[in-house]
């Protein structure tokens, strides 16, 4: 995966993310905004450990 499609997916992952906790807006407290940005980090790494 080049440069351009991994800020593609993960700009895509942060978007699905930010619509689920739009959806979820009246139950979103602290925790499931941290879990969110959590799993966003997760996904970063993810992705940028495919590079080696």
Do not use: C, P, Y
């Not at 991994?6 to 879990?35: H, L, P, W, Y």
């Amino acid at each position: 995966m080049n440069n351009q499609e991994k800020v593609k997916s993960m700009i895509e992952f942060i978007e699905t993310k930010e619509r689920e906790i739009q959806n979820n807006s009246m139950n979103a407290d602290s925790q499931i905004k941290g879990d969110v940005v959590k799993a966003i980090l997760d996904e970063l790494e993810r992705v940028t450990r495919n590079e080696n």
